[in-house]
């Protein structure tokens, strides 16, 4: 699980120690496992937040581990052109690769590390698949997708593209320097990632050393999901386990907790810590649409139809979009 990392944890910024006699640490209050399934044309997925809560999640919608899988030559499958409304698509690469294109031209190859960030708002087309050289020659893919909701008042905002390159990523290191800490969006201890998002969040993939832990200052207005990409490990003050395609929802506090269980193995825990500014409006949720009532879905589907949320580029028009 390469993404982006450094040899020497020790040449990286830290981040600043928990204040135990002040800070109050975040408890665990669910530990949930995510389903398989698959999407697109076929590609496996793991639905990260299925049977939680929606109120537990805000200001975050749905969330898809991809893969982690090693193709066989003609095996890599994609997305074909769909829709998009009311919310951020962010689609984390972690190994191997990805090419975006879109309605409003935004779009490219997504690696090993890098993220493509795309605000649908009032409407977009999209397209992910892999690169002829991967679908001929296979190879390891694995990624994450993570939807993020918006505001009422920003829902029918112009669609927008960022494309965050690996070395974009903000990298710390723990107090002990025995996990690595790469911040795609949000602040840790005054440290920013790239991300520009419009509903406040925090967005890190942590890799975790054998036996170490880490502890992360924490915004008190913010929720806090640990989602675990691979490995065994313990989370929050009580010490719940968490393993491979498993979730955990923690409470309200100051800091967020988290060890790797193997102490004498080379396994890594690899997780992502999310948290985010919870917006508190109605979800109303159809396929590609999110918005905050029934009949705005109705009318997502109805501009889709008649064309309103963008048109094919004309060099992808061999492929048409689902209806």
């Known amino acids: 699980m390469p993404a982006v990392s450094v040899e020497n944890l020790l040449l990286i ?20 496992t995510a389903p398989k399934g698959y999407e697109g044309e076929g590609f496996p997925v793991r639905r990260a937040f299925q ?13 898809d581990q991809m893969g982690e899988v090693d193709y066989a030559p003609g095996e890599p499958k994609g997305t074909p052109w769909h829709p998009h409304r009311g919310f951020e698509t962010v689609t984390y690469m972690i190994d191997g690769i990805f090419v975006h294109h879109d309605s409003t031209g935004g779009g490219g190859v997504i690696q090993n590390g890098a993220t493509q960030w795309m605000t649908a708002g009032a409407g977009i087309l999209h397209i992910e698949t892999p690169p002829e050289e991967l679908v001929v ?6 990624g994450i997708q ?40 949000g602040e840790v201890d005054g440290h920013r990632g790239p991300g520009s998002t419009q509903t406040p969040i925090n967005f890190l993939h942590v890799s975790i050393e054998p036996g170490a832990r880490v502890r992360i200052n924490w915004p008190r207005n913010f929720n806090a999901l640990v989602y675990v990409l691979s490995g065994q490990g313990v989370v929050g003050a009580e010490r719940a386990s968490i393993s491979t395609g498993r979730l955990a929802v923690l409470e309200g506090g100051d800091y967020v907790e988290v060890a790797n269980a193997v102490e004498h193995a080379e ?18 949720w159809a396929g590609p649409f999110v918005m905050n009532t029934r009949r705005e879905i109705e009318q997502a589907f109805e501009d889709y139809q008649r064309g309103k949320m963008g048109v094919i580029p004309p060099q992808y028009t061999f492929s048409a979009p689902n209806s």
């Open 137 to 142: 020659n296979g190879g390891l893919f694995h």
């Open 146 to 185: 993570l939807w993020v909701n918006l505001p009422s008042r920003s829902k029918w905002s112009t669609p927008r593209y960022q494309g965050l390159e690996p070395n974009d990523v903000e990298l710390l290191a723990s107090p002990d320097a025995g996990a690595l800490i790469r911040v795609v969006a």
């Open 51 to 63: 049977g939680v809560e929606m109120a537990k999640l805000d200001p975050f919608v749905h969330m």
């Open 267 to 284: 396994e890594k825990l690899e997780i992502l810590i999310l948290g985010g500014e919870p917006i508190r409006e109605p979800v109303a």
């Open 13 to 32: 910024p830290r981040i600043n120690e928990v204040d135990e006699a002040t800070a109050k640490p975040r408890r665990v209050t669910s530990v949930t």
